[in-house]
């Protein structure tokens, strides 16, 4: 089992910025990737930025730029810094881990961009 805690949601004006936090316990061994999510109210979920176990990223278009995604090995810890928010991107961020094909999700933490 993986724990995933997201932390460092809140609430900031365009064009601000906000950091994601997301530390992982439990059997973080084998953990191929990392990454953020995010779900808007009426809008399915979609990918905001992934890091693998190697250190490659990949971000979706709409946040390429502006966000970018990182890892702390000795903390198990991976961040997600965003700059120049737009309200587009207000939704609820969640967290994930891939461990041997089993996705592990966080409990999310809300992101409210105002215009």
């Known amino acids: 089992q993986v724990q995933l805690v997201e932390s460092g949601g809140g609430l900031v004006q365009a064009g601000g910025s906000l950091r994601l936090s997301c530390a992982a316990s439990g059997s973080i061994f084998s953990i191929n990737a990392m990454g953020w999510y995010r779900q808007a109210p009426g809008k399915q979920r979609e990918l905001v930025a992934v890091?693998?176990?190697?250190?490659?990223?990949t971000y979706a278009d709409s946040v390429k730029g502006r966000f970018t995604i990182s890892r702390d090995n000795a903390k198990n810890t991976v961040y997600l810094q965003m700059n120049s928010l737009k309200p587009e991107d207000t939704a609820e961020y969640l967290c994930?881990?891939?461990?041997?094909?089993?996705?592990?999700w966080g409990q999310g933490t809300q992101v409210t961009v105002s215009s």
């Open positions: 994930h881990a891939l461990r041997r094909g089993r996705d592990y």
């Open positions: 890091i693998s176990s190697g250190g490659s990223t």
